[in-house]
Nanobody
Framework: QVQLVESGGGLVQAGGSLRLSCAIS????????MRWYHQAPGKQRELVAA???????NYADSVKGRFTISRDKAQNTFYLQMNSLKPEDTAVYYC???????????????WGQGTQVTVSS
């Protein structure tokens, strides 16, 4: 059974930092794309950052220069380093990955359970 388990959320003051982790487990052949989304109360879920299997990263304009997405292929884990946090970054953060499972070749989208990030002013 495939699982994406997030950790690292919490409460931080404006200007502070947090590091989110997303650990992927299960009978996986490959991880094709890894993404972080956030969803603030009353708003739609939005893409924050993405990294491809080749390591190419993209960011939402609102987090460029402050957030960094990275991955550890050996550990099947990816991260979101969040620096210079602002109150408007407050949201539930979800990790998402496109996975090819044993018996492939189709890829499927899986989500983590979400972790709350709260930035106080």
């Amino acid at each position: 059974q495939v699982q994406l388990v997030e950790s690292g959320g919490g409460l931080v003051q404006a200007g502070g930092s947090l590091r989110l982790s997303c650990a992927i487990s299960g009978n996986i052949v490959s991880i094709n794309n890894m993404r972080w989304y956030h969803q603030a109360p009353g708003k739609q879920r939005e893409l924050v950052a993405a990294i491809s299997s080749s390591g190419s990263a993209n960011y939402a304009d609102s987090v460029k220069g402050r957030f960094t997405i990275s991955r550890d292929k050996a550990q099947n884990t990816f991260y979101l380093q969040m620096n210079s946090l602002k109150p408007e970054d407050t949201a539930v953060y979800y990790c998402n990955a496109l996975l090819v499972l044993a018996g492939g070749p189709s890829q499927y989208s899986y989500w983590g359970q979400g972790t709350q990030v709260t930035v106080s002013s």
